[in-house]
């Protein structure tokens, strides 16, 4: 069995005898049959292959693959954007009039997708905190509940999930959990070693790493046996009548039916595929991951140490630092390092925070994270400007918070550059 590090190079496509080393980009919509009875075995889906680019493509699951290695995982595809992704992860299982049980310090896109247009949709969510009690974590089950949902490191909240915890709970209820890796990336943590059924990832940030190419993934640990809870998920253990009356979890077993009805479904009618040429992109970025990863989570501690030394700053979060709330079930869940984001408040408030960010010169600012490059946010002066003091606080965003993700640059000269522009405040 191959390290990590190799799989990131050399996982998921491995060429024949003269054929492309790097994975070929199959810039096609169509691929063409001899005759319809070929075609007609693909869309029963009694034989692999390709028809149609919005389902599938063959650079696509070339990446995917390498994707579920990495994870652990026995399937997996790739989507448009990591906000598809953990909308094709739910919607997969739970329908309307179903009810999905989620962290509440997940990422505020993915929030506003459960919030507001899922449950436009009739899906119900209940948010509980990461830190709620397994009694609190029980009691937030319903009948209809279908999944659990969590990050393994929340962004901007940097919480850090038990996933034992959360696994051990939707288990106990017979649904699957759900883990957005995207922050920890498999390289620092693989949810499946510790329970969770489902992992997605907005590919678009440590995965890709340069960004030039938004993306999302999914990968199935197949592990979670659907048969035995046949009368919660009908969707995988009932007739599909629009694909010939196929059980996908018959048909596939454990191991493929989540990630085939996801496609044969979803994307089918959805169509969020990602681009050939963005997953090309996306498998370059994965080829360095292992490398660039270590960098980011070395430079995300120096900053974070400077920053809690800081006499200006009033608060950092960064579970790397001893004494930080989520210190410890990080060491659990990730003791060779967490990610390259650090969020620190200024003293002085909002005015104090937008002087800093006016002075930086290494770090630029975006609404990006995880990038090669270090970049920071002020979300009170952009994400989040619409709302008042009052409200950044009441939902954790703190007029004074910037969100600084550290690059793979020189570590001195981050804290150089933050140096200078803490002394412009």
Not at 357 to 368: G, P, R, S
Request: hydrophobic share 35%; glycine share 8%; charged share 20%.
């Amino acid at each position: 069995m191959a390290k990590i590090n190799t799989k990131c190079v050399q996982g998921g496509y491995t060429p024949g005898n003269g054929e492309p080393r790097q994975i070929p980009i199959i810039q096609s919509t169509t691929f063409k049959y001899s005759t319809s009875e070929d075609m007609g075995k693909l869309f029963d889906l009694e034989a692999e292959g390709y028809f149609y680019t919005r389902l599938q493509n063959p650079t696509n699951d070339y990446v995917a693959a390498k994707i579920a290695e990495l994870e652990g995982g026995t399937a997996a595809m790739l989507t448009s954007s990591g906000q598809a992704a953990n909308f094709y992860a739910t919607f997969n299982i739970a329908n309307a009039g179903d009810h999905i049980v989620a962290s509440n310090s997940i990422y505020g896109g993915t929030f506003n997708l459960f919030n507001v247009t899922m449950r436009k949709m009739g899906i119900d969510f209940t948010f509980v905190s990461p830190d709620c009690t397994e009694e609190e974590l029980n009691a937030a089950f319903k009948e209809n509940t279908k999944a659990v949902f969590g990050e393994t490191i929340a962004n901007p909240a940097l919480t850090v999930l038990d996933i034992e915890k959360f696994a051990k709970a939707a288990h106990a209820h017979g649904v699957p959990l759900i883990v957005d890796n995207t922050f920890a990336t498999p390289i620092n943590c693989r949810p499946f070693e510790w329970g969770a059924d489902i992992v997605t990832h907005s590919t678009t940030k440590y995965m890709d790493g340069h960004g030039c190419g938004v993306g999302g993934c999914i990968v199935d640990a197949g592990n979670f046996d659907w048969m035995a809870h046949a009368d919660k998920f009908p969707g995988l253990c009932t007739p599909d009548d629009s694909y010939h009356g196929i059980t996908y979890a018959e048909r596939f077993g454990k191991e493929g039916a989540f990630i085939t009805k996801c496609t044969a479904q979803l994307m089918r009618d959805l169509g969020s595929i990602q681009s050939p040429q963005n997953a090309f992109y996306l498998n370059l970025g994965l080829e360095s991951l292992h490398v660039r990863v270590k960098r980011h989570c070395e430079n995300g501690q120096a900053v974070a140490e400077f920053l809690s030394k800081h006499p200006k700053v009033e608060y950092v979060n960064y579970c790397g630092l001893p004494g930080d709330k989520y210190y410890d079930v990080a060491q659990k869940y990730l003791p060779n390092g967490s990610c390259g984001v650090v969020s620190f408040g200024i003293k002085g408030g909002r005015t104090a925070a937008e002087k800093f960010m006016k002075n930086l010169k290494v770090a630029a600012i975006e609404t990006h994270v995880a990038d090669a490059r270090t970049c920071c946010l002020h979300p009170a002066s952009a994400t989040h400007r619409q709302l008042t003091d009052e409200e950044l606080t009441a939902c954790g965003v703190l007029p004074n918070l910037v969100r600084y993700s550290c690059g793979i640059e020189d570590a001195e000269d981050l804290i150089a550059d933050m140096a200078q522009a803490f002394d412009q405040v």
